[in-house]
């Protein structure tokens, strides 16, 4: 039975489910492409606050699509077997050897294990990748960079399919190229060209910071395209926040009403950027 004496935490619960209503109403059928990165998985009990949020979103009429990433545990894996990595300008190159690893790690032990913790939660997880279906087809990137590949089209009836049977699609960023090739997609590129292709409301690029941060290393919550492309001129955004913030500039310009980089790490950070007032991360805009 239920305990019926009020504390302030009680309290402050329902003050915040009230407040949530609008944004609650306001996101109803909308679709969310969020990245999970593989530095923002963090531990089990990470990945099971995450399942929940999840789940919540698509109990409350919002549609989820998520693609992860898996950098770690693809590093873990090619070091085990003695394949050394190269990155440049935040993206791998890959080998015919690596691109291998890529897919077993991305399409099998990470996959599964995001779609494991969905179901776990309620929720009705399928596990795909862009070669599933063809639902991402690549071309070469650049020779430089291997078996990456850059997408140009996205099949977004699959997606649809799976919405309108109460799915929730959990999508490994490979892609497959005009010849069958396999090619290994960066996780921030892939989620910003399915959310541009599905014309989301919104897409969330999970990861282990807390966003964009400004020459003074404070947060900056709200940024236009040309403070992107400025902060970058002047080096201000570099390393690995430069595919995330051209991630979002591509998919604003594509469609997408809104992207945040937000750090995964914090609990229920996907609530508390789409349910609550002050929201969370980097917002970037048109």
Known sequence: MKQRDMTRDHLAVARTLSEALPYLQRFKNAIIVVKFGGNAMGDDETMTSFARDIVLLRQVGVNPVVVHGGGPMINELLDKLGIKSEFIDGKRVTDAATVE???????????KRIVQAINAQGGRAVGLSGKDAELMICEPADPKFGFVGEP????????????GDDMIPVIAPLGMGRNGE????????????????????RLLLLTN???VKNAAGELVTELKAAEVEEMTASGVISGGMIPKTETALQAVRGGVRACTIVDGRVPNAVLLELFTEHGAGSMIRA
């Not at 690893?101 to 990470?110: F, H, I, K, N, T």
């Not at 140009?152 to 919405?163: I, P, S």
């Open 101 to 111: 690893v890529v897919e077993m790690v991305l399409s099998g032990l990470v996959n």
């Open 152 to 163: 140009v089209e996205v099949n977004t009836e699959v997606l649809k399919n799976l919405f």
């Open 182 to 201: 396999t090619f290994n997609v960066n996780g921030d590129t892939a989620a910003g060209a399915i959310a541009a292709a599905l014309k989301a409301d």
């Open 209 to 211: 910071v807390a966003g």
